[in-house]
């Protein structure tokens, strides 16, 4: 089996995944407007967590394909086939594995992880041979662009944070519900931050392919600003725990460093007429479309950070549905249009044209999610205001007052769905072209 | 200062900072054959995967109220949630849990509730942005 080829069965395998969280994931929203849909078989007790874990995957096994896809243009000879055959192995059996369990029903994990823990283990030894395969891959002697210094942080990070995910096993921490749900929060936390990490350093490479301009890569001002995420990543975590009982200090590192991220939205407004001359300069590219379009949800979802990072506000937003909204708006408008620019790019020649009917498509998945995001803001707001309320009705009252809100989720949630189906079989169906 | 070395005091950082986490103290039983009850319904929380209807400070699913103040509402609130469980209602499905299971449970929802409050309506806000709550000794 060639390198070439390896990143290949990634992506494929990811986009398979992807295939099934749509799925899932439309199943599981009609919960918000039937709720007794499914009740007796698969409820959203069932599709939450595979629809979850399913867009968990697809995120983690792209992100995966993209540093084969890079290490393979860059240090082709290097890479150990075997040991990335094996890694492979590990993913298929701990992806089979935990769909086995929450098809027969067997939880006993934690949010976003809610599968048996005995498929961490797969999991985590396919991470552990990933990171030794970069490690051994990537060569000492060069100075390094800021890429590979964000692969390395964010394969590094994510087997730690991996592990720590699963510390409530042992009874030290699992006996303190407040440390044990701190501890649930700085995981869920930093971990996104550890693909990110991954991904963010997949749009730099690509940016420097599509560009040809290198020294991008090795500005002072480009690690300048990989170390601010890298230091978020870190510390920020605890803008999610202002209402929880922990420590003071705790709480205001998450707000204060939180707070720094308003440098990346002033680097964003200062670059602004950069980025739309760069925009024009590429859109020929189809992939470059996906490229724009992550950074357009980038810069909503950093200001949608920055309020929701404030305490007084993150009362009104804490545990509503704009939460949500940030998840969705970051896993599918910023990570998976990442992913996709990178698909398009690496497996077919940049200036390909594409058909009308495929723009087409790339303008209904970005309504579809304009949609489904506005309608989880909307019904956050709702419920932010009802939480807050002294007079507030029952908890199902608020629900069924918000189902306008939710049938505008869930109807961009189909468009969404089917925007990306069609992409997805698309790039399922090219051959497999890779550029080295 | 190369990118190395500043990568290198963000993960000692990052060290420092999360075992300051693991080895501080907060709330919590006492007593441990209760912690082990509270442990044990916990569990069950997971089994039953409650996570993905229900919220504890805010994290889990949004079908159904958070309950981390639960056991501190008016009423039977065992029986209240025995009831729940074991029967159907419009939302929830039913589950079939044994008593040692349903009694473990409430434990832990006692002591969520003891542990603190979530909601945001008992906290006031200071003139820089943070919160506090009005009222709680564990806080």
């Known amino acids: 089996m060639s390198s070439i080829n390896l990143g290949s069965i990634y992506i494929k395998t990811a986009l398979v995944i992807l295939l099934s969280t749509l799925l899932f994931g439309c199943l599981a929203s009609l919960s918000y407007l039937f709720p007794e849909l499914l009740i007796d078989s698969f409820g959203l007790v069932s599709l939450r967590p595979m629809h979850v874990s399913a867009a968990i995957f697809w995120i983690l096994l792209s992100a995966t394909a993209c540093v084969y896809f890079g290490l393979n243009q860059l240090f082709h000879e290097r890479i150990n086939k075997t040991m990335a055959l094996m890694q492979y192995a590990l993913w298929i059996i701990a992806v089979l594995g935990v769909f086995y369990s929450y098809f027969n029903k067997q939880f006993g994990g934690r949010e976003y992880w809610e599968f048996n823990p005995i498929w961490a283990i797969p999991i985590a030894l396919a991470w552990i041979l990933f990171l030794i395969q970069f490690f051994r891959t990537v060569s000492f002697k060069i100075k390094w662009p800021v890429y590979l210094y964000m692969w390395m942080t964010g394969l590094t990070f994510f087997i730690y944070i991996f592990i720590e995910n699963y510390l409530w096993l042992i009874p030290y921490f699992n006996q303190n519900i407040v440390k044990d749900i701190s501890i649930q929060w700085k995981v869920n936390g930093s971990l996104v931050g550890a693909w990110n990490q991954i991904l963010y350093g997949s749009l730099f490479y690509l940016m420097d392919k599509i560009s040809g301009e290198s020294e991008m890569a090795y500005s002072k001002t480009t690690f300048a600003l990989y170390f601010l995420g890298l230091f978020n990543m870190l510390f920020n975590w605890s803008h999610h725990i202002y209402t929880l009982p922990t420590q003071e200090y705790i709480r205001y590192v998450g707000y204060l460093v939180s707070m720094t991220e308003w440098i990346f939205l002033l680097k964003t407004l200062y670059q602004w007429k950069a980025e739309i001359s760069e925009v024009k300069k590429y859109q020929s590219i189809f992939a470059y479309r996906f490229i724009a379009a992550a950074n357009f949800w980038v810069f909503l979802n950093l200001i949608q950070a920055l309020i929701m990072s404030v305490p007084a506000f993150n009362l009104y937003t804490h545990g509503t549905h704009i939460t949500v909204a940030h998840a969705m708006g970051t896993t599918i408008g910023i990570n998976t249009m990442i992913i996709l620019a990178a698909s398009f790019l690496f497996m077919s020649e940049p200036n390909k044209t594409y058909s009308k009917h495929m723009h087409q498509v790339f303008w209904l998945t970005q309504i579809g999610l304009f949609m489904l995001w506005l309608g989880l803001i909307l019904a956050g707001i709702y419920k932010g205001f009802w939480q807050m309320s002294e007079r507030a009705g029952s908890f199902s009252s608020m629900m069924e007052q918000s189902k306008p809100f939710f049938m505008l989720f869930v109807l961009g949630g189909f468009l969404l769905s089917v925007g990306l189906g069609i992409i997805g079989v698309h790039l399922l169906r090219m051959p497999k072209l890779i550029k080295s | ?139």
């Not at chain 2, 504890?56 to 309950?67: E, R």
């Not at chain 2, 056991?71 to 029986?79: I, P, T, V």
């Not at chain 2, 159907?88 to 039913?94: H, N």
């Not at chain 2, 349903?102 to 929802?109: M, P």
């Open chain 2, 1 to 139: 200062m190369k990118p190395i070395l500043v990568f290198l005091i963000l993960c000692l950082s990052y060290l420092y900072y999360s075992w300051s986490i693991y080895l501080s103290s907060s709330h919590s039983e006492t007593d441990p054959k209760i912690a082990q009850v509270i442990s044990q319904g916990k569990l069950v929380w997971q089994k039953y995967n409650c996570q993905s209807c229900h919220q504890i400070y805010g994290l889990g699913g949004y079908l159904g109220p958070d309950l981390t103040n639960y056991a501190g509402q008016s009423g039977d609130r065992k029986l209240f949630l025995s009831s729940a469980i074991k029967s159907a209602a419009q939302q929830m499905p039913s589950f079939n849990l044994s008593e040692t299971e349903l009694e473990s449970l409430y434990q832990f929802l006692v002591s969520l509730n003891k542990s603190g409050i979530a909601q945001p309506k008992e906290f006031e806000v200071y003139p820089w942005g943070m919160i506090k709550p009005l009222k709680h000794e564990q806080y």
